[in-house]
Nanobody, 130 residues
């Protein structure tokens, strides 16, 4: 069983930055890890994901249109941790952010569907004020 442990949420003013971390506790050769978010009264939304195969030396990042250019996802292979660096934060980024892990390297068109991820973190609150 895999347990995803998230850290790094908090409150920041608009224009500020936060970094979220998600530790998987074990190393995987081929997987997809990423982040979803859900704001009050809104549907869950895909944010970003990294798909990799260490044996094939492949790693690809993907982002939703709403965060592309402001957020960066990165993976520390040795620490089995994925980070989400969030810059130029806006009030509309306020949400609970969930780390996710899929048992496979998903194709691009499957990334935004939460049902494709077998493991979810407990969620961490990000609040961006005006």
């Amino acid at each position: 069983q895999v347990q995803l442990v998230e850290t790094g949420g908090g409150s920041v003013q608009a224009g500020g930055s936060l970094t979220l971390s998600c530790a998987a506790g074990r190393r995987f050769d081929t997987r997809t890890m990423g982040w979803f978010r859900q704001a009050p009264g809104k549907e869950r939304e895909f944010v970003a994901a990294v798909r990799w195969s260490d044996s094939a030396r492949v790693s690809e990042d993907s982002y939703s249109d709403s965060v592309r250019g402001r957020f960066t996802i990165a993976r520390d292979m040795n620490r089995s941790t994925v980070y989400l660096q969030m810059n130029s934060l806006k009030p509309e980024d306020t949400a609970v952010y969930y780390c996710v892990l899929s048992n496979s390297r998903l194709i691009y068109s499957d990334l935004r569907f939460g049902e494709n991820y077998e493991y979810w973190g407990q969620g961490t609150q990000v609040t961006v004020s005006e």
